[in-house]
């Protein structure tokens, strides 16, 4: 049973726009949201993180909006940049004792076409 | 720079034989983790360490064991590995078990099962 989709596989955006990925979860206790990227070769690497407490969270060309009602949460990177062409792991953690967890989703492929 | 490596970065072994997989880290961190990536598949925790207590996740198979002599060291063998254990073996570290704490992962090894 996954408790984290992010529904689609791949991405194509060009240079410029906006990029949007998004991930749904399942689980109630999940009340931090974090976002990895991962290029070929390498591990993830953090991005960004929300709180359940907020609803935005913003650095630079990246921000992660959170639907708590909905279960439901999107990066956007804007605009979006070659360099930005990776797998984009969404990754909650719950409240309870597991909380040092991160369940991952499977990912999403990013491709930022010139 | 302060990092966590994987060693070897591609391994081949033969159904049945036993094989460890190496992680060294330099950031000091107190919790070594490993995951296991199959292909499109989410990353799963496999077990971690937090300091000198590991802690195994209650579906990681008995197949798995880890060891780690020291703060800087972890091992991940696999005492039979069958055709279903190839996949992508990821350690990551993190300073403190805590849902705030950001974890970093070495490139991963990737694992063929002939």
């Known amino acids: 049973d996954q408790q984290v989709k992010q529904n689609s596989p791949s991405l194509s955006v060009q240079e410029g726009r906006i990029s949007i990925l998004n991930c749904d979860y399942t689980n109630s206790m999940f009340d931090y949201f974090l976002w990895y990227k991962k290029y070929p070769a390498e591990g993830p690497t953090f991005l960004i993180s929300?709180?359940?407490?907020?609803d935005k969270n913003e650095d630079g060309r990246f921000t992660v909006f959170l639907n708590k009602s909905a279960k439901h949460l999107s990066l956007h990177i804007v605009p979006s940049q070659p360099g930005d062409s990776a797998v984009y792991f969404c990754?909650?953690?719950?409240?309870?004792?597991?909380?040092?967890?991160?369940?991952f989703g499977k990912g999403t492929k990013l491709s930022v076409i010139p | 720079d302060a990092m966590v490596i994987q060693n070897p970065r591609y391994q081949v072994t033969q159904f049945g034989k036993p094989v460890t997989l190496s992680c060294s880290q330099t950031l000091n961190h107190n919790v070594m983790y490993w995951y296991q990536q199959k292909s499109s598949q989410a990353p799963k925790l496999l077990f971690h360490y937090y300091d000198k207590d590991f802690n195994n996740e209650a579906d990681t198979p008995d197949n798995f064991q880890s060891r780690r002599p020291n703060t800087s060291f972890c091992f991940l063998d696999i005492r039979s590995p069958g055709l279903g254990d190839a996949a992508m073996y990821l350690c990551?570290?993190?300073?403190?078990?805590?849902?705030?704490?950001?974890?970093?992962f070495g490139p991963g090894t990737r694992l063929t099962v002939t």
């Open positions: 990551a570290t993190s300073k403190i078990r805590d849902r705030g704490s950001e974890q970093y």
């Open positions: 990754a909650p953690r719950d409240s309870g004792a597991g909380s040092y967890q991160l369940t």
């Open positions: 929300i709180s359940s407490i907020k």
